[in-house]
Nanobody, 114 residues
């Protein structure tokens, strides 16, 4: 059974930083990308950032220059979030893209107070 677990969310003031972590366990093979998404209350889920197993990264326009995605092995990914803004408040989800399935975590809440 595959598990994807996020951690590191919390409450922070505007301008603060948080580091999210995500780890996958179980029989998950051929992960070729890991990503972060977020969903604010009443809004659709939004893509935040992706990193491939080759190390290529990409970011949504709203987080470019403030967030950094990284990984330290094939099943662990991080999201460093700096200069946080109230509009970054959301549940953040980790996604492991593999063949043939994608796997999602349960989410971790990030709240940025003004």
């Amino acid at each position: 059974q595959v598990q994807v677990v996020e951690s590191g969310g919390g409450l922070v003031h505007t301008g603060g930083s948080l580091r999210l972590s995500c780890a996958a366990s179980g029989s998950i093979f051929s992960i070729y990308a890991m990503g972060w998404y977020r969903q604010a209350l009443g809004k659709q889920r939004e893509w935040v950032a992706t990193i491939t197993t080759g190390g290529s990264t990409d970011y949504g326009d709203s987080v470019k220059g403030r967030f950094t995605i990284s990984r330290d092995n094939a099943k662990k990914v991080y999201l460093q979030m700096n200069n946080l803004k109230p509009e970054d408040t959301a549940v953040y989800y980790c996604k492991m893209t593999s063949s043939p399935n994608d796997y999602w975590g349960q989410g971790t809440q990030v709240t940025v107070s003004s």
